[in-house]
Each structure stands twice: as structure tokens, then as C-alpha cells.
């Protein structure tokens, strides 16, 4: 997928209000003075691999262009988030197919 493919999914992700209600459900496991916000990265992270990443380290294709995906975080913070979260997986996964579910309805509701 291209770039302007991803700037797509990532402003679809937007519109249906993935990218809202991804950090309101992983709200729980964000650290007091965290910069970056949970569901932020975790978009990101979906968009990085849109573009064909494989491993985490790839979200500095989105870090390289800053001003179409905004500030993305270093790999060592993408790091302790996922370590984090997989340290409470099903949970984290239940919450996150909330946000999904959400997003769904509210995509439903927009029709």
C-alpha cells in the first residue's frame, strides 16, 4: 500500500471514531506523564503495517513523515507499550474490541 493509502486508512480510522475510542479503552494502562497516548500508537502501529512493516521497528516509516501522520513515538516507547499491554492481553484485547465495536455503530449510525 502506498503512503496516500495509508493517510486513507488512518483518516477512516478518524471518521468512524476508531481513533477516539481506542485511547478511551486503553486509558487504564496509560502511564501518569506518558507523552504519547495508547491508541495513538496502536493506530500507528496498524497503519505501519498497512504499509508492509513486520515488526515494530518498521513505525519509523511513519516517523519519517511526521507531517502527514504527526509525532510518532521512538521505538523504545512503542516497546514498553506493548510489553504493557501484553502483560494484561485479554483484557487489552477486550477493550480494544470495544473501541472497534464503537466505531462500528457509529459508522452504522452515519449511514
Do not use: Y
Amino acid at each position: 500500500m502506498s503512503h496516500a493509502g495509508a493517510v486513507t486508512l488512518l483518516r477512516t480510522a478518524e471518521v468512524t471514531g476508531l481513533t477516539t475510542a481506542v485511547p478511551v479503552q486503553l486509558a487504564p494502562w496509560r502511564k501518569p506523564l506518558a507523552r504519547f497516548d495508547l491508541g495513538k500508537i496502536v493506530v500507528d502501529l496498524a497503519v505501519s503495517l498497512t504499509l508492509g512493516g513486520d515488526c515494530l521497528a518498521d513505525i519509523a516509516t511513519l516517523r519519517e513523515h511526521a507531517s502527514v501522520f504527526g509525532a510518532v513515538p521512538s521505538d523504545p516507547t512503542v516497546s514498553r507499550m506493548v510489553a504493557a499491554l501484553a502483560a494484561d492481553a485479554p483484557t487489552v484485547l477486550s477493550a480494544i474490541d470495544t473501541a472497534r465495536a464503537t466505531a462500528r455503530n457509529s459508522l452504522g449510525a452515519r449511514r
